[in-house]
């Protein structure tokens, strides 16, 4: 049957895949001409020690970034271990005791909750006596109408926006949504600061948060931004007194964005930024297969394979917790890297229920290599994100499927 499924599938999948193209070629040319605009050099390509004073490479690769997204000024950093630090660092740069922070689009992903301090951690917000409050999506978009009562209401100092759907089963957050919402704060609120977290979501559409009114934007360069060619870090894009705060709290007040040794790490955040439209298409268009495949096999998908990707996540929703790790298994059996380890559901930090979860990647953690995982919980659904190579995706894919069926 699968084969019959593939056999038929050029037709619909080239139609899609043709959106993914022209969305990439739109990005190309926004990152090359970042790169152009800020003159990067040969020189550039290497980095600092010590204190990281006068490297240039680092500073430029910022420039390029606030170009691509449209900002004042951009923090990249390989100090960033992951998109959860870069976050973590914005809010608590931020925020100040007895500050709220509103998040309106339900809760945040799991290994935020020390960060915010639903588990009571002691280095978390909530033990600094920052407050927080959450306002839930309706129908999977903003419940605007809540959102500017609360806010004329109530003293709220930020406000947070979750564009992924994490280990959640609601959709992710288009950049027409967030560019509808940001005109409902400001009709009531025009001081309150807007973050957005926008892991997984870079470069797969035309705009970012940023552009649409946001004031500071965050994410990791192991996913999206990276290329899988990054090794790690984080960046915080937005307005300039923002994201020096940050900067001061990443490194120490009165150094801030001068300091920070990019120990020989430029030539791979370069690289991988210039790579990463190409990635991203790729890593959609491996979505658009598996999504394809799943539906007419009679799973249940999210987002459908014609659907407008916000994300390069896609869903499986299996309802069964044996399927789900069999499906997993089997992307981890046919990865490029440690294809021979038989992966458990296990404790991972930050998160409360086991997990399961195939990464066989050249870069430990990478989501934007081809990775799939999800919380052993019902409905039992399988986050698949990535794929470096569109090819090396529909060839994993294929065959975890086939040996899906075979469960």
């Known amino acids: 049957m ?66 691509i997204f449209k900002t004042e000024v951009a923090l990249v950093r390989s100090q960033f271990i992951s998109g ?21 689009s339900g809760k945040p992903y799991d290994t935020l909750d020390s960060v915010i301090g639903f588990n009571d951690n002691k280095s978390s917000l909530k033990s600094f006596d920052v407050n927080y409050k959450q306002i839930d999506l309706v129908d999977n978009d903003f419940n605007y109408d809540f959102i500017k009562e609360t806010l004329s209401k109530d003293n709220i100092r930020l406000v947070a926006i979750q564009r992924s759907k994490g280990y959640s089963t609601r959709e992710s957050l288009s950049i027409d949504k967030i560019e509808k919402v940001v005109k409902a704060i400001r009709s009531v609120n025009k001081e309150v600061i807007i ?34 060619i990054a090794l790690n870090g984080g960046y915080i894009v937005g307005k300039k007194d923002l994201v020096e705060l940050a900067a001061e709290r990443l490194n120490v007040p009165g150094q801030g964005s001068e300091v920070g040794p990019s120990l020989n790490q430029n030539i791979n955040i370069l690289k991988g930024l210039y790579f990463a439209p190409m990635i991203v298409a790729n890593a959609l268009k491996t979505s658009i297969y598996t999504a394809y495949l799943f539906e007419k096999l009679g799973y249940e998908v999210s987002p459908k394979y014609n659907d407008e990707r916000v994300d390069i996540v896609q869903n499986i929703i299996f309802r069964d917790s044996k399927k789900l790790i069999s499906y997993v298994r089997n992307i981890q059996s046919n990865s490029k890297i440690d294809s021979n380890a038989i992966i458990e559901p296990s404790d991972m930090p930050g998160y409360e229920d086991k997990i399961i979860m195939a990464s066989g990647s050249f870069t430990q953690g990478s989501s934007i290599e081809l990775s799939c995982d999800g919380p052993v919980r019902a409905p039992y659904i399988a986050y698949q994100q990535g794929g470096i190579s569109y090819q090396y995706g529909k060839i994993i894919v294929t065959r975890a499927i086939q040996n899906l069926e075979k469960y």
Do not use: W
């Open 2 to 67: 699968l084969e019959k499924i593939i056999a038929s599938s050029r037709e619909d999948l080239d139609k899609e895949y043709q959106k993914i193209d022209e969305i990439e070629e739109y990005n190309s040319r926004k990152v090359l001409d970042a790169f152009i605009a800020n003159e990067i050099c040969e020189s550039d390509l290497s980095g600092t020690t010590g204190y990281g004073y006068n490297d240039t490479g680092r500073d430029k690769i910022e420039r390029v970034y606030a170009n």
């Open 84 to 104: 959860t630090h870069a976050i973590a660092t914005c809010l608590f740069a931020l925020l100040r005791p007895g500050d709220t922070m509103l998040s309106i």
């Open 195 to 228: 973050m957005v977290d926008n892991c997984y979501c870079e470069l797969v559409s035309k705009k970012e948060p940023t552009e649409v009114g946001v004031d500071v934007c965050v994410g990791s360069l192991i996913k999206n931004l990276g290329g899988a």
